[in-house]
């Protein structure tokens, strides 16, 4: 059973400040990572995609993976208000198309408030 | 471009009646797949279609769900003898590839929200 872990929060970060939103997975075999934001009533939308060791950057969002440990994170610089959101890491396996492996598995999602 | 659409934005039906969620995925885009969302919880996926091959039907909660794609293009899930625990939003996603790869983004539809009274 491939299982994706996140705190659940709510994670409370003041404005202009880091938030750090992490992730685990169960699936060694894992290869591709993705952080979805989700709005309150919308649906969600992809932030980030990673797929190799170490840092990506995408102006105020950082994704990190380490394989090793099976942690991705996700890193927003200078919080804003309109970061407040529900923030989904998704994981999967493989990065052939042996199909039966394809679905994404999704974590429940981390609340995140930015107080202003 | 256009994106994933989906209908009836909204669908509110009596226990025991059978409803028909409608998707119309990205153009050209081979994926398609069917999530529930519970008030409150994560995704949970139902049903993954990629291009002719058969479906992944491995999330499918009960035989009361089921779900269809004509070619690579629109798709309906189908609910018989709804239940008060189907109430939920049910979101379809398409990607241009399978998820596996670099062309697995999924783009997600605005969602069906779903009551069983």
């Known amino acids: 059973q491939k299982e994706v872990e996140q705190n659940s929060g709510p994670l409370s970060v003041p404005e202009g400040a880091i938030a750090s939103l992490n992730c685990t997975y169960s699936?060694?075999?894992?290869?591709?990572f993705f952080w979805y934001r989700q709005y309150s009533g919308k649906s969600p939308e992809l932030i980030m995609s990673?797929?190799?060791?170490g840092d990506k950057e995408d102006g105020r969002f950082t994704a990190q993976l380490n394989k090793a440990s099976q942690y991705v994170s996700l890193l927003i610089r200078d919080s804003q208000p309109s970061d407040s959101a529900t923030y989904l890491c998704?994981?999967?396996?493989?990065?052939?198309?042996?199909?039966?492996?394809?679905?994404?598995?999704f974590g429940t999602g981390t609340r995140l408030t930015i107080i202003p | 471009g256009a994106g994933v659409s989906q209908s009836p934005s909204n669908k509110v039906t009596e226990k025991g009646k059978d409803v028909e969620l409608r998707c119309d995925p990205i153009?050209?885009?081979?994926?398609l797949y069917w999530y529930r969302q519970r008030l409150g919880q994560g995704l949970e996926f139902l049903i993954y279609?990629?291009?002719?091959?058969?479906?992944?039907k491995s999330g499918l909660p009960s035989d009361r769900f089921s779900a269809e794609r004509t070619g690579e293009s629109v798709s309906t899930l189908t609910i018989q003898r709804t239940q008060q625990e189907d109430s939920a939003v049910y979101l379809c996603?398409?990607?241009?590839?399978?998820?596996?790869?670099?062309?697995?983004?999924?783009?997600f539809g605005p969602g069906t929200r779903l009551t069983v009274l």
């Open positions: 996603a398409s990607s241009l590839g399978p998820a596996g790869g670099l062309q697995g983004t999924q783009y």
């Open positions: 699936d060694r075999g894992s290869q591709s």
């Open positions: 990673i797929y190799s060791n």
């Open positions: 998704a994981v999967n396996e493989g990065l052939s198309s042996n199909f039966g492996n394809e679905k994404l598995t």
């Open positions: 153009s050209g885009h081979t994926a």
């Open positions: 279609f990629q291009g002719n091959s058969a479906p992944d």
